[in-house]
């Protein structure tokens, strides 16, 4: 079965609106990208500070320091974790390193999972609006097939929809069970505090995998960061399809600093959890707009009852330099979506202030 995937556009491109509206990319307060509203570690900005001088040298190839704090970071042993360039990056060696036979993705979600699969066939699970995009377990667990690779975004991007880890250790269970691989994105599970996480549950099962990601929470997608957690032969595996020295040295030193600041981290989930009530309020208080409940540091919102499509609503937006998603090429998606990150109180009251007078 096919489905009409759009091109790969993301959100948290500044400089490409900067060029739409002939303006600097320093204007904009940019919700369509789901970065932590806090901005970089103050840890973090120091590091790359007292690092600069450092970049005439190679990094480690091992990332060693950085791979240490995060197998505590994520109680997951260093053996079992592997760091890229990014979410992404990670993402495309795994499935060459998989090479399945079959797609099976419930949408809409990230789009880089078909990206990556683009060659191979794909059975889509859509997901109900009506039923706030909730993740039909039974029906992915009967779908699986073996060689299929099953990858499910946990809070999934854009829905913003998590499944429960009880849950998703029965699909991993099934993958053994019927020879298919089980791959979960927790590129947004810090937002939510990692209760639901399947690490470190997974590594006991060869057919179940994490993919991860350091650039949101810690607010680096300008370095870029990600990681894989996974038995220990895959991991070796997927090591060979990639690139040496592909984790920079300014983006290790970050992402080690990043990973000692608690105090940020718990700042971080306060901030979160306070302000993604407070713009889901607001967003369902507005006439036409239809917010979905999420757990993590982003909201979709259907604008169909308004008449008006989230294109047009973007525009309008970004004449006053605020950035949202529009979010037609998810598939399974249409033209009246549209996702807003989570950010401070006055962002969070400016956005809604504008969306309030496209309404009138």
């Given at each position: 079965?096919?489905?009409?995937?759009?091109?790969?556009?993301?959100?948290?491109?500044?400089?490409?609106?900067?060029?739409?509206?002939?303006?600097?990319?320093?204007?904009?307060?940019?919700?369509?990208?789901?970065?932590?509203?806090?901005?970089?570690?103050?840890?973090?900005?120091?590091?790359?500070?007292?690092?600069?001088?450092?970049?005439?040298?190679?990094?480690?190839?091992?990332?060693?320091?950085?791979?240490?704090?995060?197998?505590?970071?994520?109680?997951?042993?260093?053996?079992?974790?592997?760091?890229?360039?990014?979410?992404?990056?990670?993402?495309?060696?795994?499935?060459?390193?998989?090479?399945?036979?079959?797609?099976?993705?419930?949408?809409?979600?990230?789009?880089?999972?078909?990206?990556?699969?683009?060659?191979?066939?794909?059975?889509?699970?859509?997901?109900?609006?009506?039923?706030?995009?909730?993740?039909?377990?039974?029906?992915?667990?009967?779908?699986?097939?073996?060689?299929?690779?099953?990858?499910?975004?946990?809070?999934?991007?854009?829905?913003?929809?998590?499944?429960?880890?009880?849950?998703?250790?029965?699909?991993?269970?099934?993958?053994?069970?019927?020879?298919?691989?089980?791959?979960?994105?927790?590129?947004?599970?810090?937002?939510?505090?990692?209760k639901e996480t399947v690490l470190p549950h997974v590594l006991e099962n060869q057919h179940a995998v994490v993919v991860g990601s350091l650039t949101k929470f810690f607010a680096l997608p300008g370095l870029r960061l990600g990681y894989l957690a996974a038995d220990k032969?895959?991991?070796?595996?997927?090591?060979?399809?990639?690139?040496?020295?592909?984790?920079?040295?300014?983006?290790?030193?970050?992402?080690?600093?990043?990973?000692?600041?608690?105090?940020?981290?718990?700042?971080?989930?306060?901030?979160?959890?306070?302000?993604?009530?407070?713009?889901?309020?607001?967003?369902?208080?507005?006439?036409?707009?239809?917010?979905?409940?999420?757990?993590?540091?982003?909201?979709?919102?259907?604008?169909?009852?308004?008449?008006?499509?989230?294109?047009?609503?973007?525009?309008?937006?970004?004449?006053?330099?605020?950035?949202?998603?529009?979010?037609?090429n998810f598939p399974g998606l249409d033209k009246y979506y549209f996702r807003v990150a989570v950010r401070k109180r006055y962002e969070n009251e400016l956005l809604l202030k504008n969306l309030r007078s496209i309404q009138i």
């Amino acid at each position: 079965m096919s489905i009409n995937v759009k091109n790969s556009i993301h959100g948290g491109n500044i400089w490409a609106a900067a060029r739409k509206h002939s303006c600097s990319p320093e204007r904009f307060i940019d919700f369509s990208a789901n970065i932590n509203p806090l901005g970089p570690s103050p840890f973090a900005l120091e590091a790359i500070h007292k690092g600069i001088d450092m970049v005439q040298h190679y990094p480690d190839p091992e990332a060693t320091e950085l791979k240490m704090k995060l197998s505590h970071y994520l109680s997951v042993p260093e053996n079992n974790l592997l760091l890229g360039n990014g979410g992404a990056e990670i993402i495309y060696a795994l499935c060459r390193a998989l090479n399945p036979k079959r797609l099976v993705l419930p949408v809409p979600t990230f789009s880089e999972y078909r990206e990556a699969l683009s060659r191979v066939p794909i059975e889509p699970v859509f997901l109900q609006a009506e039923n706030n995009f909730a993740l039909p377990v039974e029906l992915i667990s009967k779908t699986m097939q073996p060689g299929d690779a099953v990858f499910i975004c946990n809070p999934n991007n854009p829905t913003g929809f998590m499944v429960s880890k009880s849950e998703l250790i029965k699909l991993s269970v099934r993958a053994r069970e019927v020879g298919a691989t089980l791959v979960v994105d927790e590129a947004f599970m810090d937002f939510a505090g990692h209760k639901e996480t399947v690490l470190p549950h997974v590594l006991e099962n060869q057919h179940a995998v994490v993919v991860g990601s350091l650039t949101k929470f810690f607010a680096l997608p300008g370095l870029r960061l990600g990681y894989l957690a996974a038995d220990k032969a895959l991991i070796h595996k997927v090591n060979q399809q990639l690139p040496p020295w592909r984790v920079n040295l300014l983006a290790q030193m970050a992402g080690e600093a990043s990973l000692e600041d608690e105090n940020y981290m718990e700042e971080t989930l306060q901030i979160i959890n306070r302000e993604r009530e407070f713009l889901y309020q607001g967003l369902n208080n507005i006439t036409g707009l239809k917010p979905y409940p999420s757990r993590t540091n982003f909201i979709l919102v259907n604008c169909s009852a308004t008449g008006i499509t989230a294109e047009i609503i973007s525009n309008k937006l970004a004449d006053n330099n605020i950035l949202v998603r529009v979010a037609d090429n998810f598939p399974g998606l249409d033209k009246y979506y549209f996702r807003v990150a989570v950010r401070k109180r006055y962002e969070n009251e400016l956005l809604l202030k504008n969306l309030r007078s496209i309404q009138i």
